[in-house]
């Protein structure tokens, strides 16, 4: 039994960092003996992780090297042809514009021989959208303000017989009827083409004005046939990195909230804050990829295919979830470490030895929930975990204040663990 009367607490009896009456001084930056989770094991133990990162990213994974890649537009345009991902997409859309366009000025030309047919080109390329699902609403909606901006110019073209009150008119008129949020993006376009369409002089020509409405359904058609036919575009691979960048922001916040516990550096507490604000960031990155890539896959032709992503959604769904625990385990270590006078005290150094292993293995596990098809081992986890909470309700010699501590950092542990084993 030690000075202060606690059983393996290693204070000696001479007073030297002996615990005050509320238990809060507990020997900072004590290490205990080497015991699979002491600081002489950190060198290997940081090797390990290291290793696991390396094996979950893959050789796919982003390296210093893809941040200094060729930024010229040759180099661009060979990444697009070379590799499939942003620079490609940017291509083939840029492509399937140029060949809505082209097509739908040559029909409205050529076949229908409409005059003036700028619409139906200019439809076409507004309608090669991001997304298959975007192109056909937006054909809807595109239609419907352009219809709604000709019925206007109509109107205001047989009622008021000076065009430039004619032109106020519907400019003013179609913008407040394209604040209807039915039009989406395209409300604008409701003033716009009234607008245009009085300034040419055909508000009062009924068969000009339908010239208009048929150019723009028959680019817009035009624009949706080509995005909906041809290569539709797919996100699957923002999936798979958004996935692969989460992990390994998650992973390497565990692993820096494993070494503050372990060390009892309070100081440390803001560099750890500041790593959970990059989180965060890929977080919320990884909420935009996953909306991205499901939209992409509604009505898609190709959303069976894998590059759809539909494999690496459910672990980056599980990674997102591990973010709220997370958040609040930080929130606790910040709370504990803190030389303040509250309840909730730092545990004891052999309890944050055992604590910073179980962080530490979550760590892992953390990293291959993102590597598809890789196991994620969480029996450690789990032994780690129980031998916690049972010191947690029956090591009474830790003292009230040092329990409590020991209690807000265990929770969001825990349920760290069950969002892994529910993934």
Not at 208 to 218: H, K, S, V
Not at 371 to 394: F, M, Q
Request: contains cysteine.
């Amino acid at each position: 039994m030690d000075g202060d009367g606690r059983p393996g607490s290693g204070v000696s009896a001479d007073g030297e960092g002996s615990a005050d009456p509320g238990g809060r001084d507990q020997r900072r930056g004590a290490v205990a003996p080497d015991r699979g989770g002491s600081a002489a094991a950190l060198p290997g133990r940081r090797l390990r992780f290291k290793r696991h990162l390396t094996v979950a990213l893959g050789t796919t994974g982003p390296t210093p090297d893809d941040e200094r890649r060729d930024r010229t537009p040759l180099g661009w345009l060979a990444r697009a042809v070379r590799v499939p991902g942003r620079e490609r997409r940017v291509l083939v859309q840029s492509a399937k514009a140029t060949l809505a366009a082209t097509g739908a000025w040559l029909l409205a030309t050529l076949v229908l021989e409409l005059p003036q047919p700028f619409l139906a080109p200019y439809a076409a390329v507004f309608l090669v959208e991001a997304t298959v699902y975007r192109s056909l609403r937006g054909w809807v909606q595109q239609v419907g303000s352009v219809a709604t901006g000709v019925l206007l110019a109509a109107v205001a073209g047989q009622l008021i017989p000076w065009q430039a009150v004619a032109l106020a008119v519907v400019v003013f008129a179609g913008l407040l009827a394209g604040s209807w949020r039915r039009f989406g993006d395209s409300g604008v376009w409701v003033g716009v083409t009234g607008m245009l369409v009085v300034s040419y002089g055909t508000a009062t020509e009924p068969v000009l004005l339908g010239d208009r409405l048929l150019e723009t359904a028959l680019g817009a058609a035009i624009g949706v046939a080509v995005n909906t036919l041809i290569f539709p575009p797919l996100y699957g691979e923002r999936l798979a990195s958004a996935a692969r960048r989460l992990a390994t922001a998650l992973a390497g916040l565990l692993e820096a909230t494993s070494d503050l516990i372990r060390r009892d550096e309070p100081d440390g507490v803001d560099s750890l804050l500041s790593r959970a604000d990059d989180a965060k960031s890929q977080v919320l990155a990884a909420e935009d990829a996953a909306g991205w890539t499901r939209e992409g896959r509604r009505l898609n032709l190709r959303r069976g295919r894998p590059t759809a992503g539909a494999h690496h959604e459910r672990p980056l769904r599980t990674l997102i979830a591990l973010w709220p625990p997370l958040a609040q385990l930080i929130a606790a270590v910040r709370t504990t470490s803190a030389r303040q006078e509250h309840p909730f005290a730092y545990p004891w150094p052999d309890a944050r030895d055992d604590l910073a292993d179980l962080v530490h293995t979550l760590a892992g596990a953390v990293q291959a929930v993102a590597a598809v098809g890789e196991p994620v081992e969480l029996d450690e986890c789990r032994a780690l975990l129980h031998k916690l909470e049972r010191r947690l309700v029956t090591a009474e010699d830790d003292g009230v204040p040092a329990r409590l501590g020991l209690g807000a950092l265990i929770l969001p542990a825990r349920l760290l663990v069950e969002k892994l084993e529910d993934r």
